[in-house]
């Protein structure tokens, strides 16, 4: 294959090999498909031929993945799928958008070819035949013409679900977590037709967003960040700020009619492994409820389980301290003298915010942190495919983030060490005049940048919003390299042997793994069973080995059965939440769904 091709040949290229592999499948020749693979190739399923989110390497492990599901699976019609963009060669790659279908579902995916053998292929369920969504010539009618003394409004009707759902009737799934996560899950298995409710401790849905510092916006573009079914306006702010992103998801929560229990705490969960269900037991409203739905979920947030430190003299000191996740914003805090253990994003907005209020504001970095630009980040990181202009070219947010998929996590890294590259030059001056201050920058452990330390432990990273210049011209004051040792009565005291005057101590300290949740609610033991969630077993910086190849325990069958992880930025719950609730859906219906690489647990925490 060569620069040279032209659409028509590489469309040819696509269809060649797209038959030979639906040949070698439909005779279940694992060799034969593992032969169309380079010996350096990546094939990333997510659910259409392996009920689980899984990618497979190298020859080997496509003819595994073959001989353990092709005979079931059936998979057959591959084509191009001009309607998502076709097929087209440059830079020595052959690579198109392709569609199929399976024995029980619609599947679209991504091609890579080089010199004729596939580098990388995606294949992803999109749809379960015989149970499609309710949308265009599906869509319900609303309204009941003719005469019938028996009438019940849509306003009745919704009313008598909602109050036996959970009380008469049970749920099939239960969310835990009535954030951005629940809620765009909720939706996906509302239009389903899966009896579902998500369940919030807050009073109000949004509330996770108003409760935050006030001074909160969102750090990714608007384009990065539609739910589903349902984009923001276009007249949207490109950053959103906490309140509107709070208003917009109760909005959404009423407009896709979720079964959402407000002022709902969730107190106690067992699993009945004969049963096949959940004991879930809840407060709602001061009243305890016991659900026993068949499928549990726990969107509780990568950003949710706080982690404070535990500090020597911390029982002593007079002023007020408390968690990045609980600041109420600068107000009380006017000409006093604050101390913000941490400099990763919310470190950033939170010294920021008290530095607008006159307040004496002084962070503390522990360990070196990447940062980022937010007009670079847009630009050079994101602009092909979140953008104003790629949407203008067409480009739509199924394609944008299928895009996104088709990059095996195993070299997402090569294709992002040039975009970082490029900004450290673009911005060589800005990273400059935050080293003379004295902070520490890193670009992730193999110069990758924002995306891959996100995925790799979703921390360590701020993408830079105004914060970076007042730690470069000493507004905000910087100690770096040090840590905290102890509190006193009425100061911070460093490693360095430095005390710090102090009337308040925010730990920036960040979150631990989603499977805290499940020690709280369910038990350690089950929690240790599951493992760590988030991270790819990178062997980098706080993602510690083996690989993984794709998210712990994220959106896909976990060591406990019937127990699901869901979660990430709003790009993630939008994308995510697809493949999660085609799980649950067939899990329903009672659709087969033997799990093809369910994962090894190697860390606990």
């Not at 629940?182 to 109000?204: D, F, M, S």
């Not at 701020?462 to 004051?477: C, Q, T």
């Amino acid at each position: 294959m060569t620069e040279t091709l032209d659409q028509t040949d590489a469309a040819a290229a696509v269809t060649t090999w797209l038959a030979d592999f639906e040949s070698a499948l439909e005779s279940n020749d694992a060799d034969a498909v593992a032969r169309l693979f380079g010996e350096q190739s990546y094939w990333r399923d997510l659910i259409a031929f392996t009920w689980n989110l899984v990618t497979v390497e190298g020859r080997d492990g496509v003819r595994d993945m073959v001989a353990a599901t092709s005979e079931r699976v059936r998979a057959h019609d591959f084509r191009i799928a001009d309607d998502l963009g076709g097929a087209a060669a440059g830079d020595g790659v052959v690579e198109s958008w392709i569609a199929f279908e399976t024995s029980v579902g619609r599947c679209v995916g991504h091609l890579r070819l080089r010199d004729g053998a596939a580098w990388t292929l995606l294949t992803t369920m999109h749809e379960l035949i015989g149970y499609e969504e309710p949308m265009g010539g599906r869509r319900p009618k609303g309204a009941e013409h003719g005469a019938n003394r028996d009438r019940r409004t849509w306003l009745e009707q919704r009313a008598e679900e909602a109050e036996q759902l959970g009380r008469t009737t049970q749920p099939h799934t239960l969310v835990i977590g009535g954030g951005q996560g629940g809620i765009a899950l909720g939706a996906r298995l509302r239009q389903l037709g899966v009896p579902t409710i998500v369940v919030e401790r807050a009073a109000r849905a949004g509330d996770a967003w108003r409760g935050r510092y006030k001074s909160l916006c969102l750090h990714d573009p608007v384009w990065y960040d539609h739910l589903p079914y349902l984009d923001f306006p276009k007249n949207w702010p490109v950053f959103a700020p906490k309140d509107k992103i709070g208003d917009w998801l109760e909005m959404y929560a009423r407009v896709m009619e979720l079964n959402y229990w407000t002022s709902t705490e969730a107190l106690s969960a067992s699993y009945d492994a004969d049963k096949h269900e959940w004991e879930v037991v809840v407060r709602r409203d001061g009243e305890e409820i016991t659900l026993r739905p068949k499928e549990l979920v726990l969107a509780t947030g990568m950003s949710g389980k706080a982690n404070v430190p535990v500090l020597e003299g911390a029982d002593r000191f007079r002023g007020d301290q408390h968690h990045s996740s609980r600041h109420p914003g600068p107000d009380a805090y006017r000409g006093k003298r604050v101390v913000v253990i941490g400099s990763n994003n919310s470190a950033h907005d939170i010294c920021a915010a008290l530095w607008e209020n006159d307040v004496d504001v002084t962070m503390v970095q522990r360990s070196s942190t990447h940062i980022v630009r937010s007009d670079s980040l847009m630009r050079i990181a994101l602009g092909g495919l979140y953008s104003e202009e790629a949407v203008a070219s067409g480009m739509t947010t199924q394609k944008a983030d299928l895009t996104f998929a088709s990059l095996p996590y195993r070299i997402m890294h090569e294709f992002q060490i040039p975009v970082y590259d490029e900004i450290r030059e673009v911005d060589a001056d800005f990273y400059a005049r935050l080293e003379r201050a004295g902070f520490l920058l890193d670009y992730g452990d193999d110069d990758s940048g924002l995306f891959m330390k996100y995925l790799r432990r979703g921390s360590g990273y701020y993408i830079d919003v105004g914060a970076s210049e007042l730690v470069a011209n000493g507004d905000i004051a910087l100690r770096s390299g040090v840590d905290v040792v102890r509190l006193t009565e009425d100061s911070v005291v460093l490693s360095s042997g430095e005390e710090l005057p102090a009337d308040l101590v925010v730990y920036a300290t960040g979150y631990g793994s989603m499977n805290g949740w499940a020690a709280d609610l369910i038990s350690q033991e089950v929690a240790d069973e599951v493992g760590k969630v988030w991270g790819l077993g990178s062997a980098t910086t706080k993602d510690p080995g083996p690989w993984e190849g794709e998210q712990r325990n994220m959106w896909k069958p976990t060591r406990q059965e019937a127990l699901w992880f869901h979660g990430g930025n709003l790009h993630q719950s939008r994308h995510y939440s697809l493949y999660l609730a085609l799980q649950l859906k067939a899990r329903y219906e009672g659709i087969p769904t033997p799990v093809y690489g369910l994962a090894e647990v190697h860390h606990t925490s």
